[in-house]
């Protein structure tokens, strides 16, 4: 089934309501520092805002926001290879200067090919220095949003996730999971329903685990680690992951789409 006119209105909105709200957490986790704006339209069709912060607090966060659509879906194989295709969705991710406070990421997105369309997306924490109950408190958010998808739902993503996440040349997954979910399919309410429970999970409980570790003294060699850890992540994000590969394939804006890079990062 198609999109009508008011579910792609209402799609916008969500997207841009929760962008608003994630950045002006994130600010105040910082409290200095604000996000810059910058648009981009794409040629082919469609475009987004990319929201940049770099503050004394918060090294580097980006919270984007693209709706994009062209005549074919650039797929390699599968039986929606070279249908008309629409994408919109919001893309978060953080990293911070304290080395206590864990990197996170975040994304939703609603997919029509076709006369079909379906949501994927997660979220994920990645901390440098582990704290059980920060790991904890990530994965009852999680598992809570998903109530909005089903009641069974839960350990099924946090699965996805664990796998979808593993760095193969590392022999390891790069943080401690969360969720991760592709290719639902269900009416809009629901699926609409389901993407606000995951960003409003996510914009609640994220910064409060960065407010609590953004004061934690830490040590040069703790530092240096990070730089390192980091590695990891630019790793998976350049060489795995899907939604890089989906924006570059689809000719989104190169900044936007690199802007989950680590501002500093050693090997």
Not at 3 to 19: G, H, P, T, V, Y
Not at 155 to 167: L, N, Q, V
Not at 176 to 204: P, Q, S, W
Request: net charge negative; aromatic share 12%; proline share 4%.
């Amino acid at each position: 089934m198609k999109l009508e006119l008011d579910q792609k209105q209402r799609l916008e909105a969500f997207l841009q309501d929760a962008r608003d709200r994630l950045a002006a957490r994130l600010e105040s986790v910082d409290g200095t520092g604000t996000f810059q704006r910058s648009s981009w339209q794409r040629p082919e069709g469609g475009g987004g805002t990319m929201s940049v912060l770099r503050g004394p607090v918060v090294e580097k966060a980006g919270v984007n926001i693209s709706s994009v659509c062209g005549p074919e879906y650039p797929a390699i194989e599968g039986e929606h290879r070279g249908k008309p295709f629409a994408a919109a969705g919001i893309s978060t991710i953080t990293h911070m200067m304290n080395p206590h406070a864990p990197i996170a990421h975040m994304n939703v997105r609603l997919l029509e090919v076709g006369d079909k369309f379906w949501i994927g997306g997660g979220a994920d924490l990645t901390p440098f220095i582990e704290y059980e109950d920060d790991t904890r408190e990530f994965h009852a958010a999680m598992e809570k949003a998903c109530l909005a998808w089903g009641t069974d739902c839960h350990e099924r993503f946090r699965a996805w996730c664990d796998e979808y996440f593993y760095i193969p040349h590392r022999k390891s997954i790069r943080g401690v999971g969360g969720i991760f979910f592709d290719y639902l399919e269900g009416d809009f309410d629901r699926c609409l329903g389901f993407m606000k429970a995951v960003t409003d999970a996510y914009t609640d409980i994220y910064p409060r685990i960065l407010d609590r570790r953004k004061r934690t003294s830490w040590t040069d060699e703790e530092k240096d680690g990070q730089l390192f850890w980091r590695g990891r992540y630019a790793e998976f994000n350049l060489a795995w992951d899907r939604g890089t590969r989906f924006g570059l394939m689809t000719g989104g804006n190169t900044e936007a789409i690199f802007v989950s890079l680590p501002p500093v990062v050693k090997w």
